[in-house]
């Protein structure tokens, strides 16, 4: 199975912040990443796909990049309902697999 | 509206089985493929197992592989996964999960709120 790893795993930033996460594959995927938010008790938000093409309706100031293993998820300006956890996922391969998640807090 | 909902989870014992359904809506369930991915307490998400448009491609995580079972009536609009041989780490919440294609293959566009499972004696 291809190993995702996120890092960093949490993360304290101020609402204005500019924030980069980013995600490794264990092996090339291509750009077959996805990026998603999740809120408590709430299900998660596919935000990007393709590694760098932005959902409908997702805010521009988040932004994908990267090809191959090394992929980042910008948020360019933090607003407060950014505060969230956030995943990577590739859907290169079968088992599909997820990063552990990085956890956005309010500084 | 595009809706996912599922139902079916509560409290199993160990060994025990149960079957989870997601009803669709606002859209036609049998030109997409769907997924099951769970999220245990406090942890972060598992994709569980896939299910193509016809039915003739599925695909299980190695966690579930021979306990779980994922099938899908498209006359109904629905997708099951029926669950066998619970374990305790199965609690979890389940989504179903709807699958787009874009140049770069299958991605996981609307997901259901989920229904949650514990396994306990």
Redesign the interface.
Known sequence: AIRMTQSPSSFSASTGDRVTITCRASQGISSYLAWYQQKPGKAPKLLIYAASTLQSGVPSRFSGSGSGTDFTLTISCLQSEDFATYYCQQYYSYPRTFGQGTKLEIK | EVQLVESGGGLVQPGGSLRLSCAASGFTFSSYSM?W?RQAPGK????VS?ISSSSSTI?Y??SVKGRFTISRDNAKNSLYLQMNSLRAEDTAVY?CARD?V?????????????TTVTVSS
């Open positions: 997924n991915v972060g998400l598992e994709w896939y695909y995580a190695d989504y787009s874009s140049y770069y293959g299958y991605y996981m566009d609307v997901w259901g709120k989920g």
